[in-house]
């Protein structure tokens, strides 16, 4: 359910033309703010935002975070960022730099606005966990130096900066640690395992399960995540995280592969390719933090979620078909 704010914001959503920043803009429009989206175009596409073009409160801006912006407003959502491994892996500096040196500048941006500020943070914090479920008291098992690291050590830096502009600059920030997310506006090649699955279902391909497919991962679905970024941001000024946000119902690849397989009625066959290096071979998110301090909990079935996935992705290539 939609939630109200008290009052008419302008808000800053950084990353807003891509999956998940477009469906955040369209819940804070919904709520009555206006939102000012600032993204570079890099993963995201203007799509994902067509529909708010001649929106009166909506605007975007063309702008990589890399860079300062001097802009006002009320509230910044900072969720710039390449977040699958195909895109944030094809130019691995920029990751990091965008992570970091983003983080710096929205930080700097929030400091000088006295705006209260929130992280797209990932449980990629916590790499190839040891500890299952991941509660956010665990620090990780990430490797610094893997063709993940850009990702990884750059989320967890912008974390640090976080806490520190919070400690020293008296900031109030919100980080929320985000597990795979998926729903309609993913990108349909960018190489997550629910995107790949369901374009390789739907275009009768072999579904490319990469090792076994024992490896688990638990899937949130989009509405859900937005709801528990508007509680986050809404929460008490005590309220900084880090907080997990994600669905902790766990699936193996072949598991998510048969369920896209019967969603879609494919007759598309598993075929096992090499499994990526330091690909996490469990995940799941330990909840209990926001259920205590956001009153938030999933509320979407995978299979629900999947099915609304699928009808997307449907449109979308019939849609890319016909040009
Ligand atoms: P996405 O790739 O669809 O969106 C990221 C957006 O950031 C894109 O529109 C892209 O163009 C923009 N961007 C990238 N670099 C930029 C830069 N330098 N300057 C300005 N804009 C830039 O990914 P998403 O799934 O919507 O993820 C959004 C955020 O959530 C990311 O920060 C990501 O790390 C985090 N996250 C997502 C997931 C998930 O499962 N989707 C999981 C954990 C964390
Ligand atoms: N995966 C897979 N086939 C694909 C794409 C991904 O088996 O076509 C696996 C991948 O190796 C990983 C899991 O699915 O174990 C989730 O991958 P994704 O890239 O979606 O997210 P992340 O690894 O960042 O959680």
């Not at 998940?20 to 596409?45: A, M, P, Y």
């Not at 907080?243 to 998510?256: A, I």
Request: charged share 20%; aromatic share 10%.
């Amino acid at each position: 359910m939609a939630r109200v704010y008290d009052n008419r914001k302008r808000i800053l959503v950084t990353g807003g033309a891509g999956f998940i920043g477009s469906h955040l803009i369209d819940r804070l429009l919904e709520q009555g703010h206006e939102v000012l989206c600032v993204d570079n175009l890099f993963t995201g596409t203007k799509r994902n935002i067509d529909h708010l073009h001649n929106h009166p409160r909506f605007e975007f801006m063309r702008h990589d975070v890399t860079f300062p912006l001097y802009i006002e407003v009320d509230e910044i959502y900072n969720l710039a960022c390449p977040a699958s491994p195909v895109h944030y892996q094809h130019d691995p500096v920029q990751t990091t730099k965008t992570s970091v040196h983003g983080a710096i500048n929205m930080l700097g941006l929030a400091k000088r606005l006295r705006a209260k500020i929130f992280q797209a943070s990932t449980s990629e914090v916590y790499g190839d966990p040891s500890v299952h479920p991941q509660p956010e008291d665990y620090w990780g098992h990430v490797n610094p130096i893997g063709p993940r690291s850009c990702y990884d050590e750059g989320k967890r830096c912008a974390e640090t900066l976080f806490f520190d502009y919070h400690r020293q600059h008296g900031l109030e920030i919100k980080v929320a640690r985000i597990f795979n997310t998926y729903g309609p506006r993913m990108h349909h090649a960018d190489g997550r395992v629910v995107s790949n699955f369901i374009v390789q279902a739907l275009r009768g391909e072999p579904i490319t399960i990469y090792g076994d497919g024992s490896q688990t991962r638990s899937f949130c679905y989009v509405d859900d995540l937005v709801d528990g970024f508007i509680r986050l941001m809404e929460s008490a000024t005590s309220v900084t995280g880090p907080v997990n946000l994600g669905n902790p119902g766990e699936f193996t690849m072949l598991e998510l592969a048969e369920k896209v397989i019967q969603s879609t009625g494919s007759s598309s066959k598993i075929v096992f390719q090499a499994l990526p290096q330091d690909d996490p071979k469990q995940r799941r998110p330990d909840i209990s933090l926001a259920k205590k301090t956001l009153d938030w909990e999933p509320t979407v079935a995978l299979d629900q979620g999947l099915g609304w996935t699928v009808d997307y992705f449907t449109k979308l290539l019939s849609d890319m078909a016909h040009g």
